[in-house]
């Protein structure tokens, strides 16, 4: 299951409803789950008080007991941790004080001025803020942990040149460019035991920005994922909004396809898998009908990519992974953004 933010969390604590709204789809067959966006425990992480955060004693209970309902539900979980970055802005909760911070202080549209370009004691701030996090997961019982680099949130402001126009060590060339992300990799791995899988979410694209891209060559790519499983990432998880797309002219791999190739690290590809319409405009409302998966299924026989995040098709219907395991395709259900307003 894809990580999907939801805002049933009153308090940044997730309750039953929560608890069962996981525990439905792994009882149905789902074999991992990567939870919606948890904020880690940095004032500046979030902008809502109804997402989840991963620190504080009442919402890490929480989270244990959400744990614990999936694999009593036969499944496995991972928190995917977040720091949204210069999405946020100021006044907005839980902490409204709190100054939007980024690599340079530019939003995403590229206005200046409206937040703070992060200092090194901020980045050490944040580092610890991941690594304790996961700490957490692990003590709490989670199956590992997921990193959200991706979608124009904080570590991939430091990652994509539109936002990080840093002159030290952490801005330039796209190897500077990763080198936050690649010491937040590296202190969650040496903070969590050796088997515990670190997972790195990364894409081109950004909100707001959709034709963004990291990288236009295989080249520029591996300049930038290298450091990163250098780092001790286990997995990425390459986000694209159609799972069908190549990425790169000259070749029919999309961009999990080219991140295995590139690091030999197993991949999750994702992006409107048995839907037939785009997941930006499903969140903005729009529906989406069913479509079939054969071309998935071979190229995952293909080894393309190792696992499949399925998205706004979960989110519309627990029973998914039972309907397709059984056959039953004719059983699924067309997606309504109507299920967003519902733990379902």
Known sequence: MAPMTRMFSPGGVPGEDVRSYYARRAAAGVGLIITEGTYVGHDSAGQSDR?????GEEQLAGWAKVAEAVHAAGGTIVPQLWHIGM????????????PAVGPSGIR??????TGKAMTQRDLDDVIGAFADAAAAAERIGFDGVELHGAHGYLLDQFLWAGTNRRTDAYGGDPVARTKFAAEIVAAVRETVSPDFPVIFRYSQWKQEAYDARLAETPEELEAILTPLAAAGVDGFHASTRRYWLPEFEGSDLNLAG???????????TVGSVSLDGDFIRGFMGEGAPVQGIDNL?????????????????????????????GGRFEELQPYDAAALKTLS
């Open 51 to 55: 997402v989840p955060r991963f620190q």
């Open 87 to 98: 999405v946020r802005k100021q006044g907005d909760p839980p902490y409204a004080d709190a």
């Open 108 to 113: 995403l549209d590229g206005a200046e001025g």
């Open 258 to 268: 080219w991140t295995k190739k590139l690091t030999g690290r197993p991949t999750i």
């Open 297 to 325: 299924l071979d190229r995952l026989e293909r080894d393309e990519f190792d696992l499949v995040a399925v998205g706004r098709a979960l989110l519309q219907d627990p029973e998914w992974a039972a309907k397709v395991l």
